[in-house]
């Protein structure tokens, strides 16, 4: 079976594809951990279905699960379970963001992310990362 390519060629860059999909995945997340901390005291002022008002532990909480997931992507470290965390953070930030109009990311970028890391979660690491294929 042939498959049609316009630049056959190229396929060897998948790996750094990957790569760079992983890095900007996590600087998002480290993006949205910058977010959390410096307004932190807008989040105190959103309410969110079930629990009420925003408390500024969860800001630090959510900074926290943010920066743990966007370094360990950086760095490409466990990547397939930082690549679940993450879409669970995305998945969270596209229903939150009709309640919170101060989460750091959009519905659109949510809804990027939550795909990118379902990619990731299936494609792993790709090239310079440490959870290569043995």
Not at 24 to 43: N, W
Not at 84 to 98: F, P, Q, R, W, Y
Request: net charge positive.
């Amino acid at each position: 079976m042939h498959m049609f390519s316009l630049f056959p060629e190229l396929f060897f860059l998948t790996p750094l594809a990957v790569t760079l999909l992983r890095i900007v995945t996590g600087s998002f997340f480290v993006y949205a951990a910058i977010h959390f901390v410096i307004f932190r005291s807008d989040l105190t002022r959103d309410r969110f279905p079930f629990i009420g008002m925003g408390r500024t532990w969860m800001a630090w909480l959510g900074a926290c699960a943010c920066s743990a997931t966007g370094v360990l992507l950086i760095i490409g470290l466990w990547t397939q379970a930082a690549a679940i965390i993450g879409a669970l953070i995305a998945l969270k930030h596209l229903v939150l963001s009709h309640w919170a109009k101060h989460l750091p990311l959009s519905r659109e970028v949510s809804i990027l992310l939550f795909v990118i890391c379902l990619s990731l979660f299936v494609t792993g690491a790709g090239a310079f990362g440490f959870d290569l294929p043995l």
